[in-house]
Each structure stands twice: as structure tokens, then as C-alpha cells.
């Protein structure tokens, strides 16, 4: 089972700055690495796929990079809504994996 | 629009059994690959199952293995989970979700999720 590890655990921001989420894979999961944003009571949305592909409908400030085991999503200025928990998930192989998940609150 | 929506959750004994469904719309159902994605109360997401579009291909977490079966009706655009012998860990929220192309599994849609709960 590839196991997936996201740091740090929470990152307290305010608006307007830049935030930087990592995801490292216990082994290469090549580019098929995905990013989820979720708020309390609400489904996860996803916004990026196959590690840099921003998905339908997601704004230009998140931006998705890495390969391998080491993978980077940033929000380049955050926006009131953009706190929320942020969760990476491989389709590498099976057993599919979700990070914990990174929580973005307010400073 | 594409829309999933889950039903059948609720309450069962320890032991017990309950069938999850997902009706699907907007958008080819058979030319999808379907997941069921649960969330434990206060906790993260995991991965359940998955089943193909064609529904010859279907993929387990080895915490359900055995206990749970998924299927999908392409006739009638919709998606199953069987879940047989419910433990107090099997507590969550269940998401349905669609793969985002084809049979490749990360999700683009999600219903807002049925809540199971087993319990005595």
C-alpha cells in the first residue's frame, strides 16, 4: 500500500498570502496524483489531477507540481473560501490512498 | 449537469447488513469508472471501493474485502454498495464518486454522502 504523508498537519495563513501544501508517497506514484479541497458538512472538490492539470471550474491560484513521491499544491494568494482542509489521493495503484490531509485556517 | 446522489444509509446493529445506492445523471454512466469513498466522523478520507464502467472490474479495500460488494446498473444509471457483516468502525459518511476519465480514479463529482451508522 503506498501511504501517503501531507505536511504540515495545519498551516495558519491570512489572506492574501501564498500558501504551499506538500504530499510525499512512501514510493513513486509517477504523475497520478490528485488534490482535494473540502469544507465541514460539504463533499470533497477536486482541483487538480494528475499532479498539475487544474480541474474543471478551478481558479488560476491553485496550481499543482511535482512527480514521483514529492508533489507541491499551491494557492498562490488565498481568498476568504480557501480555508479548508486540502487532502492528495495516488491512483498509482490499488489500494487508491488518501494523505490526513492538511487544514488551512485563519491566522 | 452532471449529479450522483447516495441513499440507504442508516442506522444497523453490529452484524447487519445495508445496501447504498447512487443515481447518477448527466453524463454517459457506463463510460465511467464508480467509486464509493467513506469519512469516519472527525476523521480523513478512505478509499472503499471502485468498479468499471463496463462493471467487470471492481477493486477492494482490504478493511471491506469480503464483507462488502459493489455493482452498478448501466441500465439504470445507478450504483450499489452491499454492505454484509457491519462493524462499529464501518461508521462514516459514504461518498459516491465518479472518475474523472474513463476507468482512471481520481474523482470529479461527489454526492453529498449518506451517513451510515452501526450501532447497538
Known amino acids: 500500500e503506498i501511504v501517503l504523508t501531507q505536511s504540515p498537519a495545519t498551516l495558519s495563513l491570512s489572506p492574501g498570502e501564498r500558501a504551499t501544501l506538500s504530499c510525499r508517497a512512501s514510493?513513486?506514484?509517477?504523475?497520478?496524483l490528485a488534490w482535494y479541497q473540502q469544507k465541514p458538512g460539504q463533499a470533497p472538490r477536486l482541483l487538480i489531477y494528475d499532479a498539475s492539470n487544474r480541474a474543471t471550474g478551478i481558479p488560476a491560484r491553485f496550481s499543482g507540481s511535482g512527480s514521483g513521491p514529492d508533489f507541491t499544491l499551491t494557492i498562490s494568494s488565498l481568498e476568504p473560501e480557501d480555508f479548508a482542509v486540502y487532502y492528495c489521493q495516488q491512483r498509482s495503484s490499488w489500494p487508491l490512498t488518501f494523505g490526513p490531509g492538511t487544514k488551512v485556517d485563519i491566522k | 449537469e452532471v449529479q450522483v446522489l447516495e441513499s440507504g444509509g442508516g442506522l444497523v446493529q453490529p452484524g447487519g447488513s445495508l445496501r447504498l445506492s447512487c443515481a447518477a445523471s448527466g453524463f454517459t454512466f457506463s463510460s465511467y469508472g464508480m467509486s464509493w469513498v467513506r469519512q469516519a466522523p472527525g476523521k480523513g478520507l478512505e478509499w472503499v471501493s471502485d468498479?468499471?464502467?463496463?462493471?467487470?472490474?471492481?477493486y477492494y479495500a482490504d478493511s471491506v474485502k469480503g464483507r462488502f460488494t459493489i455493482s452498478r446498473d448501466n441500465s439504470r444509471n445507478a450504483l450499489y454498495l452491499q454492505m454484509n457483516s457491519l462493524r462499529a468502525e464501518d461508521t462514516a459518511v459514504y461518498f459516491c464518486a465518479k472518475a474523472y476519465r474513463g476507468d482512471r480514479y481520481s474523482f470529479d463529482y461527489w454526492g453529498q454522502g449518506t451517513v451510515v451508522t452501526v450501532s447497538s
Open positions: 468498479i468499471s464502467g463496463t462493471g467487470d472490474g471492481t
Open positions: 514510493q513513486s506514484v509517477s504523475s497520478y
